[in-house]
């Protein structure tokens, strides 16, 4: 942006001084001159409209209203003591009140004097009150237009006395000094074709908004810069690492591949399996590395697709792994793939965490010697002692709790080419983010469930019910099906979530005796989790009462009835991952929300999404749009960095696109960005990004 001044620290800024500039750094993150005008406002007040008292009503935004103080008061004692400032509008009386400061703020106001409060009116007992609002008088306010920024803050910020409006005078200084140097740093054509308006402009009128088109211009540049340098971030490794990895050449469908076709495939493959598997075999047969993401729904059969791909590696003389995100997870995989090729003579093995010394042994040395086709495990596959002879395929189940740093530790297991890299996944995100998420990744989906399959039949239902629902699972169980209850483990709450599913537990059993129920949840040693999972998924017990533990992956076809306990505690896309475990087979299944009659109005249009529709990416996207990304760009802080300050990669997916194809274009004409047109631009992209990544431990 601009020279030196944006690095000077704002503890000289007039008025901050070092005490201060402290509390902003340490708060909001803010040190630099620079850092200060890049704390944008969140929402804008129409300065001219002014709230009545006597409408305020439920959850209230910030507000101002304007009137006079009538009294003021000073209440309890100590600690305790308060300033209250009883304020009329003329429609009504609300409460100001102050715990700190409360001498200085005595002094400053008077009562009879027109002021303008500005905060946020909480109601108790049918009064209203606001606690430490910002107190102006007319002439006191900015005279911009009638937009008036507000600037996201701490409650420890405000109880310092540094409000919305103290931060707009800082800032203000701070654009004083800064504005006439900021320059541009986009390449003039990008802006004419874009009609951007010019990065001063924006910075300008995001803080100062001249009209309200001209707030809506520099919302956009600014959105547009920040997904801009995400992107040519994205894009960037995404070149190098192509450029650099070389790949095994895997040009064989070999005799494991085939006997495993024509003998050992129980059913026939989907069209949309056949088709992923294709594109992966060319893909894994170019001399490059291949780094593709599997995208399929729950239940649309990416194992099997997964197990196809480490035939061909085992065909072409390289081994395979297969890394999972829990134990149980690992040893159902485990399980379901020695079953598979067993007959084939190939040898599966499984390392976790849990798994003996003695066998630890025996699986490093057949993975030395090269006897060991396919290791299937947990986190303790990328441990640095366990060495391949030759790993020809990773294949990652359910990416997400995966970043791209360890997507590379598991690059390093060779010394001679890197392995080719399948990530598999069920959560289905939108196309603008999975282009952010995934950037360096090709991407296939299986867009086919398997025949014959029935979609869940997915209801909501009170607590009162109860019993109906029991009934209806009493059904179930004389059919001989399997019962799921799941039940919310949240982790500030563990300790009374777990006496209820402890309590659910002990009623299920007596209200099913004659059945056999097992429990799991995520405080059990593995063996003993494993052991109640073995029990359900063997049909030696009937019912499982489970937290999210059994979330991810978990098959047992014959369980066709699901029921989630306190489903509003759930989020979207959890509820459809969990809704997945039933409907595997070709039975009717169902899936019973049981809620608390009371619940809010939105929670309930949440859990409506599930009853409506089985498609996940329905799901996802109604998710995102409720709930916000929040988890999603958290995974990513993981992998490559995202600070995004005023985009959204979900609200403003059209200008993700934007950016992206701009990025794209960039890099096209000048991959290292040294043209001259692109000066500004590798500087601005160097000071945002080269602190946060090491390129050369990721590739
Ligand atoms: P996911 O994509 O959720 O990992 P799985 O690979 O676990 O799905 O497959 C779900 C179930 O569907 C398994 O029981 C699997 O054996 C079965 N399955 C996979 N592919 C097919 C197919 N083409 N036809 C019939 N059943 C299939
Ligand atoms: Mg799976």
């Known amino acids: 942006m601009a020279s030196a001044v944006i690095e000077t620290e704002i503890k000289y800024l007039k008025g901050i001084g070092p005490k201060r500039a402290q509390l902003l750094e340490k708060e909001l ?7 200060l005008i890049a704390h944008y406002p969140t929402s804008y007040l129409d300065r001219t409209s002014y709230y009545n008292i006597s409408n305020f009503g439920g959850e209230m935004p910030y507000v101002q209203v ?45 009562t009879g004097v027109e002021y303008i409060v500005f905060g946020k009116p909480t109601e108790f007992c049918g009064h209203w009150s606001m606690v430490h609002p910002e107190v102006d008088t007319q002439g006191s306010l900015m005279a911009t237009c009638g937009l008036r920024g507000v600037y996201p803050l701490t409650d420890r910020l405000r109880t310092n006395g540094i409000g919305s409006r103290q931060l707009h005078q800082w800032i203000q200084l701070a654009l004083s000094v800064i504005s006439p140097s900021i320059h541009e740093t986009l390449p003039p054509q990008l802006l004419s074709r874009l009609k951007l308006c010019s990065l001063r402009e924006a910075t300008e009128n995001i803080h100062n908004p001249l009209s309200t088109e001209r707030l809506n211009a520099a919302r956009f540049r600014l959105k547009f810069d920040e997904l801009l340098y995400l992107q040519l971030n994205i894009q960037q490794y995404a070149r190098r690492r192509k450029a650099n990895s070389g790949g095994f050449r895997f040009p064989r469908i070999g005799e494991y591949f085939n006997r495993f076709y024509n003998d050992q495939l129980p059913f026939e493959l989907t069209g949309a399996q056949k088709r992923v598997i294709k594109e992966i ?24 697709v997964a197990l196809m791909c480490m035939l061909i590696a085992i065909d072409n003389g390289h081994q395979a792994c297969l890394m999972a995100p829990t134990e149980i997870l690992a040893g159902q995989h485990f399980e379901t793939l020695s079953e598979l090729v067993a007959p084939l003579g190939i040898n599966v093995k499984l390392l976790t965490g849990s798994t003996g010394a003695a066998q630890r042994r025996l699986i490093h040395s057949q993975l030395a010697d090269g006897s060991l086709h396919i290791l299937v495990g947990t986190h303790a596959l990328v441990e640095d002692n ?38 598999m996944t069920a959560t289905p995100i939108p196309r603008t983010l999975a282009m952010t998420i995934y950037g360096d990744l090709d991407v296939s989906v299986i867009d086919e469930l398997p025949p014959g399959r029935k979609p869940v039949v997915t209801l909501m239902r ?9 009934r209806a699972i009493g059904k179930q169980l004389r059919e001989g099906r399997q019962v799921y209850i799941v039940y919310p483990l949240i982790k500030e709450n ?3 979530d777990l006496k209820s599913l402890e309590e659910g537990f002990e009623q299920i059993k007596e209200i099913f005796h004659g059945y056999k129920v097992a429990m799991v949840h995520g405080q059990m040693k593995p063996a003993e989790k494993d052991w109640q999972m073995e029990l359900f998924a063997s049909h030696k017990a009937d019912i499982l009462v489970a937290t999210t533990v059994i979330e991810v ?24 991952q969990l809704r997945g475990r039933v409907g595997r087979g070709g039975t009717q299944s169902y899936c019973v929300l049981m809620t608390k009659m009371k619940i809010a109005a939105q929670t309930r249009k949440r859990l409506e999404i599930m009853t409506s529709t089985t498609d996940g990416f329905v799901v996802a996207e109604a998710d995102l749009k409720m709930r916000g990304p929040g988890d999603i760009e958290g995974t990513m802080q993981s992998g490559l960095p995202v600070d995004l300050k005023i985009a959204s990669l979900t609200t403003d997916s059209q200008i993700v696109e934007l950016a992206r194809n701009a990025a794209i274009d960039i890099l096209d004409d000048d991959p290292d960005l040294s043209k001259p047109q692109n000066r500004m631009l590798s500087h601005e992209f160097t000071a945002r990004y080269n602190r946060s990544i090491d390129w050369s431990r990721i590739s």
Not at 29 to 35: A, V
Not at 290 to 300: A, F, I, K, T, Y
Not at 392 to 413: M, P, S, T
Request: aromatic share 8%; glycine share 10%.
């Open 66 to 110: 304007k009137g006079r103080f009538i009294t003021f008061n000073t209440q309890g004692e100590g600690a305790k003591t308060r300033l209250v400032g009883l304020f009329t509008d003329g429609t009504r009386t609300m409460e100001c009140v102050w715990f700190n400061r409360i001498r200085q703020i005595k002094e400053a106001y008077h």
């Open 281 to 304: 075999r060319a893909d894994m047969n170019t001399g490059k590395q291949m780094n593709r993401l599997v995208q399929g729904d729950v239940g649309s059969g990416k194992t099997l």
């Open 29 to 35: 993150g803010i040190r630099t001159y620079g850092d």
């Open 462 to 470: 009170y607590d009162e019910k109860r019993m109906e629902v029991y």
């Open 386 to 423: 366990v060495q391949f002879r030759s790993l020809g395929l990773a294949v990652i189940d359910e990416q997400h709790r995966f970043g791209v740093a360890q997507r590379a530790r598991l690059w390093r297991k060779n010394t001679t080419l890197p392995p080719h890299v399948l990530v």
């Open 553 to 576: 992956g978990v098959n047992v076809p014959n369980a066709t009835t699901m029921v989630i306990e306190n489903a509003e505690r759930f989020g979207l896309s959890q509820l459809h």
């Open 494 to 496: 563990e300790k009374n």
